[in-house]
């Protein structure tokens, strides 16, 4: 919803390099950089996109980030699943409004948020985390960008011991061990549930199916997703240099019904 900068905001200020800085609006906040003070102030009532100028004369852009910038930038209690598998994980794994999901291995909620944009309010999302303090950052970084009202709960669980839960209609992992969680996700998911796998290498994937193979899911598949950029500059037309290649497998399979 478009409305005017306000206090408490999240917001990212690019400078002319491109450079981002993410900060919270405050009324008597300062933004201090080697090219002069910005007073939160000059961009308090104003409307997303605002220029304005530090105490040197320098130019910022003020706007409240995506939630691909929020994730690149916010605090981490541990490594991230980043924006260019999230998006693929939301359609491989069907996450739809309304759907019940048990995400496992919370990390510092970026994936969290995604799945909660995703289900809305008439979803839920269960994050089991082996970590109580990677569960804490996870929650305050969901809160900070889509605030306290929110269908989440976040559980300090293992996993690999048991899912007591009933009636789940997706589960996302991140894990290292994912295949010890296969006999579990039988007895928890829906029929024609969806178990997807995020992974770093091909040595685990190959575990993961091998366990897959032999259960009640079906329907198997793996890939990765590749990033790359272009630089288009006047005539200058050309794929860039860097490119965000691997990052991990994902590995998604869906429940069969019993065979008479």
């Known amino acids: 919803m478009a409305r005017p900068l306000a206090i408490g905001d999240t917001i990212l200020?690019?400078?002319?390099?491109?450079?981002?800085?993410?900060?919270?609006?405050?009324?008597?906040?300062?933004f201090h950089t080697h090219t002069g003070v910005l007073p939160h102030s000059l961009l308090i009532g104003k409307p997303e996109g605002t220029v304005a100028r530090t105490t040197r004369g320098s130019k910022l852009t003020a706007f409240r980030p995506t939630l691909s910038e929020y994730i690149l930038k916010m605090p981490r209690g541990a490594q991230v699943i980043y924006p260019k598998d999230l998006g693929p994980i939301l359609m491989l794994a069907d996450i739809f409004p309304g759907a019940r999901v048990l995400e496992s291995g919370v990390g510092s909620g970026a994936l969290t948020m995604t799945l909660l944009r995703a289900v809305g309010a008439s979803g839920s999302v269960l994050g089991y985390e082996i970590r109580e303090d990677f569960a804490a950052t996870a929650r305050k970084n969901v809160e900070g960008f889509l605030g306290t009202d929110i269908p989440l709960e976040i559980e300090?669980?293992?996993?690999?011991?048991?899912?007591?839960?009933?009636?789940?209609d997706r589960i996302v992992l991140d894990l290292p061990e994912p295949w010890r969680v296969v006999e579990h996700a039988e007895q928890c998911l829906s029929p024609g549930g969806i178990l997807l796998s995020y992974l770093p290498t091909i040595g685990q994937v190959g575990l993961l199916r091998e366990r897959l193979?032999?259960?009640?899911?079906?329907?198997?598949?793996?890939?990765?997703?590749l990033?790359?950029?272009?630089?288009?500059?006047?005539?200058?037309?050309?794929?860039?240099?860097?490119?965000?290649?691997?990052?991990?497998?994902?590995?998604?399979?869906?429940?069969?019904a019993p065979i008479e």
């Open 13 to 30: 200020l690019e400078d002319n390099k491109r450079r981002r800085h993410m900060l919270t609006l405050s009324a008597e906040g300062e």
């Open 227 to 256: 990033h790359r950029t272009w630089h288009v500059e006047g005539q200058s037309i050309r794929p860039d240099h860097r490119m965000v290649a691997h990052t991990g497998f994902l590995t998604h399979a869906r429940l069969l």
């Open 213 to 225: 193979e032999d259960s009640a899911f079906g329907m198997l598949e793996s890939l990765e997703v």
């Open 156 to 168: 300090v669980r293992d996993i690999y011991e048991g899912i007591p839960a009933e009636g789940i």
